[in-house]
Protein backbone atom coordinates (compact mmCIF):
# COMPACT_ATOMS: atom_id res chain seq x y z
CA UNK A 1 0.00 0.00 0.00
CA UNK A 2 1.74 3.40 -1.23
CA UNK A 3 2.00 6.32 1.34
CA UNK A 4 1.09 8.40 -0.93
CA UNK A 5 -3.04 9.47 -2.05
CA UNK A 6 -4.04 9.06 -5.58
CA UNK A 7 -7.38 9.68 -6.89
CA UNK A 8 -9.52 7.15 -8.54
CA UNK A 9 -9.46 9.11 -11.60
CA UNK A 10 -5.75 9.71 -12.10
CA UNK A 11 -2.82 7.34 -13.51
CA UNK A 12 0.68 7.35 -11.66
CA UNK A 13 2.90 4.88 -14.39
CA UNK A 14 4.91 2.08 -12.89
CA UNK A 15 8.97 3.78 -12.62
CA UNK A 16 7.50 7.03 -11.16
CA UNK A 17 8.80 7.58 -7.44
CA UNK A 18 6.46 9.52 -5.44
CA UNK A 19 7.15 10.45 -1.65
CA UNK A 20 5.25 9.87 1.34
CA UNK A 21 2.60 12.30 1.99
CA UNK A 22 2.01 13.61 -1.41
CA UNK A 23 -2.06 13.98 -2.38
CA UNK A 24 -2.45 13.40 -6.43
CA UNK A 25 -5.87 15.17 -7.58
CA UNK A 26 -8.63 14.59 -10.39
CA UNK A 27 -7.61 13.53 -13.95
CA UNK A 28 -3.52 13.64 -13.31
CA UNK A 29 -1.26 11.37 -15.07
CA UNK A 30 2.74 10.98 -13.09
CA UNK A 31 4.66 9.74 -15.99
CA UNK A 32 7.46 7.06 -15.96
CA UNK A 33 10.71 8.59 -14.63
CA UNK A 34 8.77 11.54 -12.79
CA UNK A 35 10.28 11.96 -9.03
CA UNK A 36 8.00 13.33 -6.88
CA UNK A 37 8.97 14.44 -3.40
CA UNK A 38 7.49 13.93 0.37
CA UNK A 39 3.91 15.98 0.90
CA UNK A 40 3.48 17.67 -2.49
CA UNK A 41 0.58 18.38 -3.92
CA UNK A 42 -0.69 17.50 -7.32
CA UNK A 43 -4.22 19.10 -8.04
CA UNK A 44 -7.02 18.52 -11.09
CA UNK A 45 -5.73 17.88 -14.32
CA UNK A 46 -1.57 17.85 -13.62
CA UNK A 47 0.71 16.30 -16.07
CA UNK A 48 4.06 15.25 -14.95
CA UNK A 49 6.43 14.13 -17.83
CA UNK A 50 9.31 12.22 -17.14
CA UNK A 51 12.74 13.14 -16.16
CA UNK A 52 11.37 15.69 -14.18
CA UNK A 53 11.76 16.49 -10.58
CA UNK A 54 9.92 18.25 -7.69
CA UNK A 55 11.15 18.47 -4.24
CA UNK A 56 9.41 18.52 -1.12
CA UNK A 57 6.39 20.31 0.09
CA UNK A 58 5.48 21.50 -3.77
CA UNK A 59 2.03 22.41 -4.81
CA UNK A 60 0.93 22.62 -7.93
CA UNK A 61 -2.26 24.12 -9.04
CA UNK A 62 -5.30 23.15 -11.19
CA UNK A 63 -4.06 22.44 -15.23
CA UNK A 64 -0.30 22.64 -15.56
CA UNK A 65 2.27 20.05 -17.23
CA UNK A 66 5.80 20.13 -16.13
CA UNK A 67 7.63 18.78 -19.10
CA UNK A 68 10.65 16.96 -19.38
CA UNK A 69 13.96 19.35 -18.22
CA UNK A 70 12.18 20.96 -15.60
CA UNK A 71 13.02 20.31 -11.54
CA UNK A 72 11.46 22.45 -9.08
CA UNK A 73 12.96 22.59 -5.67
CA UNK A 74 11.55 22.49 -2.30
CA UNK A 75 8.15 24.64 -1.35
CA UNK A 76 7.73 26.03 -4.90
CA UNK A 77 4.12 26.68 -5.62
CA UNK A 78 2.86 26.66 -9.25
CA UNK A 79 -0.36 28.55 -9.48
CA UNK A 80 -3.27 27.40 -11.82
CA UNK A 81 -2.42 27.25 -15.72
CA UNK A 82 0.98 27.95 -15.49
CA UNK A 83 3.34 26.59 -17.84
CA UNK A 84 6.85 25.15 -18.47
CA UNK A 85 8.36 24.69 -22.43
CA UNK A 86 10.98 22.24 -23.08
CA UNK A 87 11.79 23.29 -26.69
CA UNK A 88 12.43 26.68 -27.90
CA UNK A 89 11.42 26.22 -31.77
CA UNK A 90 8.89 23.54 -31.93
CA UNK A 91 7.06 21.77 -34.91
CA UNK A 92 4.99 19.16 -34.96
CA UNK A 93 6.81 17.91 -38.20
CA UNK A 94 10.14 17.97 -36.83
CA UNK A 95 11.33 15.85 -33.87
CA UNK A 96 13.66 17.76 -31.37
CA UNK A 97 13.70 15.45 -28.25
CA UNK A 98 17.67 15.89 -28.53
CA UNK A 99 16.78 19.73 -28.25
CA UNK A 100 15.10 20.01 -24.67
CA UNK A 101 16.37 22.36 -22.60
CA UNK A 102 16.34 22.62 -18.47
CA UNK A 103 14.44 24.59 -16.39
CA UNK A 104 15.16 25.01 -13.06
CA UNK A 105 13.07 26.64 -10.07
CA UNK A 106 14.96 27.68 -6.84
CA UNK A 107 13.51 26.73 -3.32
CA UNK A 108 10.17 28.48 -2.25
CA UNK A 109 9.81 30.28 -5.59
CA UNK A 110 5.98 31.20 -6.60
CA UNK A 111 5.30 31.06 -9.95
CA UNK A 112 1.58 33.16 -10.26
CA UNK A 113 -1.60 31.95 -12.47
CA UNK A 114 -1.06 31.80 -16.65
CA UNK A 115 2.38 32.32 -15.99
CA UNK A 116 4.94 31.44 -19.03
CA UNK A 117 8.60 29.89 -17.69
CA UNK A 118 10.08 29.49 -21.64
CA UNK A 119 12.64 26.48 -21.18
CA UNK A 120 16.46 27.34 -20.31
CA UNK A 121 15.16 29.81 -17.20
CA UNK A 122 16.32 29.72 -13.80
CA UNK A 123 14.46 30.89 -11.04
CA UNK A 124 16.02 32.29 -7.77
CA UNK A 125 14.89 30.94 -4.54
CA UNK A 126 11.70 32.71 -3.62
CA UNK A 127 11.53 34.48 -6.79
CA UNK A 128 7.87 35.51 -7.30
CA UNK A 129 6.31 35.41 -10.91
CA UNK A 130 3.18 37.55 -11.29
CA UNK A 131 0.77 36.42 -13.47
CA UNK A 132 0.56 35.67 -16.31
CA UNK A 133 3.85 36.62 -16.82
CA UNK A 134 6.62 35.63 -19.43
CA UNK A 135 9.81 34.10 -18.19
CA UNK A 136 13.09 33.74 -20.33
CA UNK A 137 16.17 33.86 -18.79
CA UNK A 138 17.65 34.07 -15.27
CA UNK A 139 15.79 35.56 -12.46
CA UNK A 140 17.47 36.36 -9.35
CA UNK A 141 16.63 35.30 -5.93
CA UNK A 142 13.88 36.87 -3.96
CA UNK A 143 12.74 39.19 -7.26
CA UNK A 144 9.44 40.41 -7.55
CA UNK A 145 8.89 39.94 -11.90
CA UNK A 146 5.52 41.00 -13.75
CA UNK A 147 4.86 41.42 -17.66
CA UNK A 148 6.14 40.54 -20.78
CA UNK A 149 8.43 39.92 -20.97
CA UNK A 150 9.29 39.29 -17.40
CA UNK A 151 10.94 42.07 -15.48
CA UNK A 152 11.87 43.12 -12.04
CA UNK A 153 9.56 45.81 -10.22
CA UNK A 154 11.13 45.10 -6.58
CA UNK A 155 11.90 42.15 -3.86
CA UNK A 156 9.70 39.69 -2.06
CA UNK A 157 10.39 38.54 1.50
CA UNK A 158 11.17 34.85 1.96
CA UNK A 159 7.66 34.95 3.48
CA UNK A 160 5.91 36.14 0.12
CA UNK A 161 5.71 39.77 1.45
CA UNK A 162 6.49 42.35 -0.69
CA UNK A 163 9.87 44.33 0.60
CA UNK A 164 9.83 48.02 0.64
CA UNK A 165 13.98 49.12 0.46
CA UNK A 166 15.28 52.19 1.49
CA UNK A 167 19.04 52.97 0.76
CA UNK A 168 19.50 49.71 -0.36
CA UNK A 169 18.48 47.98 3.27
CA UNK A 170 15.19 47.21 4.86
CA UNK A 171 13.66 44.30 6.75
CA UNK A 172 9.82 42.64 6.40
CA UNK A 173 6.93 44.47 8.60
CA UNK A 174 5.19 40.61 8.46
CA UNK A 175 8.29 38.40 9.22
CA UNK A 176 11.13 40.08 10.33
CA UNK A 177 13.73 39.30 8.18
CA UNK A 178 16.33 41.44 7.07
CA UNK A 179 17.85 42.12 3.45
CA UNK A 180 20.45 43.95 1.66
CA UNK A 181 20.59 44.97 -2.18
CA UNK A 182 23.95 45.99 -3.97
CA UNK A 183 24.80 45.26 -7.72
CA UNK A 184 21.30 43.54 -8.88
CA UNK A 185 21.35 40.90 -6.24
CA UNK A 186 19.43 40.72 -2.77
CA UNK A 187 20.37 38.90 -0.01
CA UNK A 188 18.98 38.01 3.51
CA UNK A 189 21.20 39.50 6.23
CA UNK A 190 19.52 37.95 9.28
CA UNK A 191 17.14 35.36 10.38
CA UNK A 192 13.29 36.51 11.71
CA UNK A 193 12.46 37.81 14.33
CA UNK A 194 9.29 36.83 14.51
CA UNK A 195 6.83 34.44 12.29
CA UNK A 196 4.34 35.75 9.83
Same mark, same amino acid.
Given at each position: ??????????? =??? %? !?? /? #? *???? @???? $???? &?? +??????????????????????????????????????????????????????????????????????? =??? %? !?? /? #? *???? @???? $???? &?? +??????????????????????????????????????????????????????????????????????
Amino acid at each position: MPDYFVHESSY =VDD %G !AV /I #G *AGTR @IWHF $SHVM &AG +AVIGEGCNLGQNVVVMPRTRLGNNVKVQNNVSIYEGAELDDDVFCGPSCVFTNVINPRSHVSRKSEYQPTR =VGR %G !AT /I #G *ANAT @IICG $STLG &AY +AFVGAGAVVRGAIPDYALVVGMPARRIGWMCQCGVRLTLADGAGSCDACGCAYREGEGVLRRVDSPSRQG
